[in-house]
């Protein structure tokens, strides 16, 4: 027997592959671009290490190094890595939920060391599930994750981002750090009275901004122009105006970590944290890889460049194993709107990428005594002005339009977002879509045939009375476990005619059936059997051919009593099988 060898399609290093069809006259367009990308990575990133509760440069480190890592070893061209919104949040409400459930007296410095290292160990679990997801050929596995249980997961990171950022925007402290999005919004809305008009009228200004910016000036870096903007102002207020009675806090107020704190390391295991993270970082690791795929899908529907999903997916994890030696770095995962951002200013290589996390590097070793000046407000308006693009609006209505299980799997998976963690809620939502999957899966087609005078096999009505020795029972649909039920059911009736001296089992289009329902079409044909019957299969595709060799079922029942499918005459098998059951009765 011929030994099967695992095959991958991942590259080593498609880097020096491309390098060599690399057309000089195409770098003006690619430093172009990086930088642009740069300028909108930078406030991105911030806003993004904000909201995981992280200093600035986690996220930074992010667009750095997945920029180069997925640069060399990913295969799109125009694919930007870094910092996304979605793993931001889940890595806050992560590490919160571990340290409030499992250490909750740790305060001060020691809470520092732990939160960096519950980060840590998350980022190196997102690093090698992603390689292995890559490396193995795994990522279609996460393509029977229903685009509900995407939607409405993603429209309830949404509504948690929306209400985590109301808490700068108003300027008010967030005093239920790691409490379930539902919670958060009744805080909010109870302390309304200690809202700051001026905190409030920057950010709105700043949204505004940036809202303008996008719609008029698609092709600038907004961001960053507007955090010029509103930086100048609030330096303008603090200064001139709020000196003694109010402060508009800046990056450079956060006291938690601090720049000499940086390090590299190699990763150790504890494997008491990864017992409490894993489960939260596998839910990251996943959404890391669906996010993955619809930066790669976006991109590569644009501008018709092939993607191998599986290199990208590689190179993220070994991006993410990296970052997991440094202190503090948050993963990196697909962006969307930069990865667009990139292909619309022209760039026309993987080189662009590369240069865009240089060209951040040099930006913030040069440009960090402004930088740490941002406003908070700045930040948050980011992220709320960032909020419409995450979701296709078209696809939600899609999903209420065209089935009601979509829907209800959207709604419960957008509720469980609100009241649970989001780590969970995306386990709970992945669990619902496969409920209503195998709900659906679960009930094969069975219906009962006959041939009539003019020698055509039609269905037969279920209030029409039958006598007949020969009866055709038709089942189509997934025949695996959930199915059995079904099947003796709708056989019992048929059994319990005793004028019935053969049973002819068409199988419609079927070409998977599991051991459970194997076992279940055995034991009718014992059943037949031990009463005189008789018991034929019609339909028989040559994969349910194979499954009946491989069990026996084929040396017992006898091959002259199945009949195999012809395509072109789909029912020319059942005809055989009515006249082999004619010679039966006889």
Same mark, same amino acid.
């Given at each position: ?17 491309d ?7 195409f ?42 890592? &997925? ?19 889940l ?21 520092? &060391? ?28 996460l ?7 995407i ?248 999903c ?8 209800? &799997? ?10 649970f ?36 096999? &039609? ?41 019935v ?44 051919g194979?499954?009946f ?5 084929l ?31 006889v």
């Amino acid at each position: 027997m011929k030994r099967r060898v695992f095959k991958t399609d991942v590259s080593a290093l498609p880097f020096f592959r491309d390098i060599k069809k690399y057309n000089p006259n195409f770098i003006k367009y690619d430093l172009l671009s990086s930088f642009s990308v740069a300028l909108l990575t930078i406030p991105q990133s911030i806003a993004y290490s904000m909201l995981a509760g992280l200093p600035p440069i986690a996220g930074l480190f992010s667009a750095i190094f997945g920029c180069i890592f &997925v640069g060399f070893f990913g295969s799109s061209k125009y694919l930007i890595p870094g910092p996304t919104t979605a793993m931001a949040i889940l890595i806050q409400t992560s590490i919160s939920d571990v340290i409030y459930n499992y250490f909750p007296t740790i305060q001060g410095a020691e809470r520092d &060391v732990l939160y960096l290292n519950i980060l840590l160990h998350i980022v190196l679990i997102i690093g090698i599930v992603q390689i292995i997801f890559g490396f193995f050929n795994m990522g279609k596995v996460l393509h029977f994750v229903s685009r509900s249980v995407i939607l409405g997961y993603f429209a309830g990171v949404i509504i948690a981002i929306f209400v985590n950022q109301l808490y700068p925007l108003f300027g008010i402290s967030d005093s239920l750090n790691s409490n379930p999005t539902i919670l958060k919004f009744f805080d909010v809305i109870l302390r309304i009275k200690e809202i700051n008009i001026y905190s409030l009228m920057l950010g709105a200004l700043a949204t505004g901004f940036l809202i303008f910016f996008n719609r008029k000036f698609p092709k600038i870096p907004n961001s960053f122009l507007m955090i010029i903007i509103i930086s100048l102002i609030v330096y303008f207020f603090n200064r001139y105006l709020l000196k003694e009675d109010f402060h508009i806090f800046s990056i450079k107020d956060i006291k938690i970590f601090t720049l000499e704190k940086i390090r590299f390391h190699l990763p150790s295991l504890n494997f008491k944290i990864v017992k409490l993270i894993f489960p939260s970082a596998l839910a990251i690791s996943l959404l890391g890889i669906l996010e993955i795929f619809s930066a790669s899908k976006s991109i590569e529907e644009e501008s018709k460049n092939d993607i191998n999903y599986n290199q990208e997916v590689f190179s993220f994890g070994l991006s993410n194993l990296f970052l997991s030696m440094i202190s503090f770095a948050m993963p990196a995962s697909g962006s969307i709107s930069r990865t667009l951002f990139n292909y619309r200013l022209g760039a026309k290589s993987r080189i662009s990428a590369i240069l865009s996390g240089i060209f951040v590097a040099i930006c913030i070793f040069f440009g960090w005594v402004f930088i740490k000046h941002i406003p908070l407000i700045a930040l948050s308006a980011i992220l709320i002005a960032l909020l419409p693009t995450f979701l296709d609006y078209r696809q939600i209505k899609f999903c209420f339009t065209v089935t009601k299980g979509d829907a209800l &799997v959207f709604l419960l998976t957008l509720f469980s977002c609100l009241v649970f963690s989001l780590s969970v809620a995306f386990f709970i939502g992945i669990t619902l879509s496969i409920i209503f999957y195998l709900r659906r899966a679960a009930v094969p087609h069975v219906v009962e045939y006959f041939f009539n005078k003019s020698g055509r096999l &039609v269905l037969l009505s279920e209030k029409k009375r039958v006598y007949s020795k020969i009866r055709i029972i038709g089942i189509a649909g997934e025949l695996f476990f959930a199915s059995v039920d079904l099947f003796q059911k709708a056989t019992q009736k048929v059994l319990k005619d005793s004028y019935v001296k053969v049973i002819i089992l068409r199988l419609n289009n079927v070409y998977y059936m599991d051991a459970s329902m194997c076992y279940a079409i055995l034991k009718l044909y014992e059943h037949l059997k031990s009463s005189n019957r008789y018991f034929l299969i019609s339909g028989v595709t040559p994969e349910i051919g194979k499954i009946f060799l491989r069990s026996g079922f084929l040396k017992k029942i006898g091959k002259e009593n199945i009949f195999f499918t012809d395509e072109t005459r789909p029912q020319l098998s059942t005809w055989r099988a009515c006249l082999r059951a004619g010679e039966l009765t006889v």
